[in-house]
């Protein structure tokens, strides 16, 4: 089976204005997706769906496989934010998100940590069983990421059934490892 590798791999930047991304180009058959409300930018694939969802408590974010060759896909990215939140608190609660997932999954893998910046960074891959009979097992790439500086927490859980590893993964991983973020937020 496929998996996702690594950690998440968060790239602070600077705020500079005309600096995209940090200036580093987008991974092949990505572009990058600007999020000018958190000075963030993701590695969306080329023709899927980037969209805005609304919520009181958190800014919400999703992206879906769409065009040629992923008609029917199920794949599901989501990527919540959640702002002023106790400084204190965001470190506990990124890795408390990570670790209720790792409780789920049928293999508990390892949890992977870094610290970029004042960012702590949690990640893991898991594997769920069917949710019912006839459907396949679900895989997701987990993530979170606590600035104990703002007060900030980055959730992101990027859900793949099993039997759509082989054809999202490939675009998908640059969807979920890259990501481009500034440290004041």
Avoid at 149 to 165: A, H, K, Q, S, V
Wanted: aromatic share 8%; hydrophobic share 40%; with cysteine.
């Amino acid at each position: 089976m496929k998996c996702f590798a690594g950690l998440l791999l968060l790239t602070v930047c600077s705020s500079a204005p005309g600096t995209l991304a940090g200036g580093k180009t987008a991974p092949d058959g990505c572009h990058w997706q600007s999020i000018p409300k958190l000075k963030a930018h993701l590695a969306v694939p080329d023709g899927w769906q980037f969209k805005q969802l609304k919520s009181s408590d958190a800014l919400i974010y999703e992206v879906r496989p769409a065009g040629g060759g992923f008609e029917g896909a199920k794949a599901h990215y989501r990527l919540e934010v959640r702002l002023r939140t106790k400084p204190e608190d965001v470190v506990a609660r990124a890795r408390a998100f990570v670790e209720d997932n790792r409780a789920k999954s049928l293999e508990p893998p390892p949890l992977e940590e870094q610290q970029v910046s004042t960012l702590a960074m949690f990640s893991c891959f898991v594997r769920f069983a069917p949710s019912s009979d006839g459907s396949p097992a679900l895989t997701a790439a987990v993530s979170s990421a606590g600035n104990s500086r703002t007060g900030t927490i980055y959730t992101i859980r990027f859900d793949i059934p099993e039997n759509e590893l082989d054809l999202i993964a490939p675009l998908g991983n640059s969807l979920f490892r890259e990501m481009r973020l500034d440290d004041e937020i």
